[in-house]
């Protein structure tokens, strides 16, 4: 049973506009929630993070929102540009646990100019 | 130059052979771990180490074996009872298990 979900394999967006990337998740005891993004044949980059005490997370471009109620999660890019075209997954954890990061299967952003 | 190395970046396995996937970080994370990315499938955890000496299980273990003699090291093998071992592998590390990972630039396998 997954327990975290991207219902949305892929995501087209013109350059300049704002990319949405949803994350659900059904584990009640995930408090730290990640985002990652992957480029083809390589390793993937960790982007920003949120800790469960919070609902948003700035970092230049990237906004991570947390709606704890929903047990969803988005990632928003804000202006989309073309080298963000890449695979995002969503990842979380239940920190009190001790447990590793249990990831989603990934969206696929274009960016298309 | 601190970091995450893999190698090899590209692996050829045999019918049969046992191969080993190299993951090093001097980084001084105590927890380290290999995952699994098929197209499709997101990434799927094979074994974790928190502490040398000590690993764990992930979700995907069979076929696999690793080791964590060095806090430096964490070698993954594929045996020949992996029958599917066609696969990108990726290796992480954290300053502890509840931290934030790190991946190395992973190993394709490829089977012969």
């Known amino acids: 049973d997954q327990q975290v979900k991207q219902n949305s394999p892929s995501l087209s967006v013109q350059e300049g506009r704002i990319s949405i990337l949803n994350c659900d998740y059904t584990n009640s005891m995930f408090d730290y929630f990640l985002w990652y993004k992957k480029y083809p044949a390589e390793g993937p980059t960790f982007l920003i993070s949120?800790?469960?005490?919070?609902d948003k997370n700035e970092d230049g471009r990237f906004t991570v929102f947390l709606n704890k109620s929903a047990k969803h999660l988005s990632l928003h890019i804000v202006p989309s540009q073309p080298g963000d075209s890449a695979v995002y997954f969503c990842?979380?954890?239940?920190?009190?646990?001790?447990?590793?990061?249990?990831f989603g299967k990934g969206t696929r952003l274009s960016v298309i100019a | 130059d601190g970091g995450i190395t893999q190698s090899p970046k590209y692996l050829f396995r045999k019918e049969g052979q046992n191969v080993t996937l190299s993951c090093e970080q001097n980084?001084?994370?105590?927890?380290m771990y290999w995952y699994r990315q098929d197209p499709g499938q997101g990434l799927r955890l094979i074994y974790y180490s928190q502490i040398v000496n000590d690993f764990q299980k992930g979700d995907i273990a069979e076929g696999y074996s690793v080791s964590r003699e060095k806090k430096e090291s964490f070698p993954l093998t594929v045996t020949s009872a992996q029958k599917n071992p066609t696969a990108f592998y990726l290796c992480?590390?954290?300053?502890?298990?509840?931290?934030?990972?790190?991946f190395g630039p992973g190993t394709r396998l490829l089977v012969l």
């Open positions: 949120i800790s469960s005490i919070k």
């Open positions: 992480a590390t954290a300053i502890d298990s509840t931290a934030t990972q790190y």
């Open positions: 980084l001084n994370h105590d927890a």
């Open positions: 990842a979380a954890s239940a920190r009190r646990g001790n447990t590793p990061l249990v």
